[in-house]
């Protein structure tokens, strides 16, 4: 599984950017797909996820500002980031989680920075 990961870039606080990660399969087949990020000497924590059938689950320092969704046709999962902070900014990873019988595989896409400017 291959991740694509775009849509990152420079904003001022209080504004917003969406984030796009494209697959190269079937997100469906995915048990849980979501992003994460990481700032700079900090470790890489979640921000967002979202399951096969459409739950989703945020850390507590972006609910009410962001939005995990997919689009299954497009195979396609998104961030929208809404009312930006400082502290917002990161590289943000997608992430896939696949599961099998006896296997459990998380893939990752390459990363996208967020700069968010007081």
């Known amino acids: 599984v291959q991740l694509q990961a775009s849509g990152g870039g420079l904003v001022q606080a209080g504004g917003s950017l969406r984030l796009s990660c494209a697959a190269s399969e079937s997100i469906f087949s995915m048990n849980r797909m979501g992003w994460y990020r990481q700032a700079p000497g900090k470790q890489r924590d979640l921000v967002a996820v979202?399951?096969?059938?459409?739950?989703?689950s945020y850390a507590d320092s972006v609910k009410g500002r962001f939005t995990i969704s997919r689009d299954n046709a497009k195979n396609t999962v998104y961030l929208q980031m809404n009312s930006l902070k400082p502290e917002d900014t990161a590289v943000y990873y997608c992430?896939?989680?696949?599961?099998?019988?006896?296997?459990?595989?998380?893939?990752w896409g390459q990363g996208t920075q967020v700069t968010v400017s007081s």
């Open positions: 992430n896939a989680l696949v599961t099998g019988t006896l296997t459990r595989d998380n893939y």
């Open positions: 979202i399951t096969r059938y459409g739950s989703t």
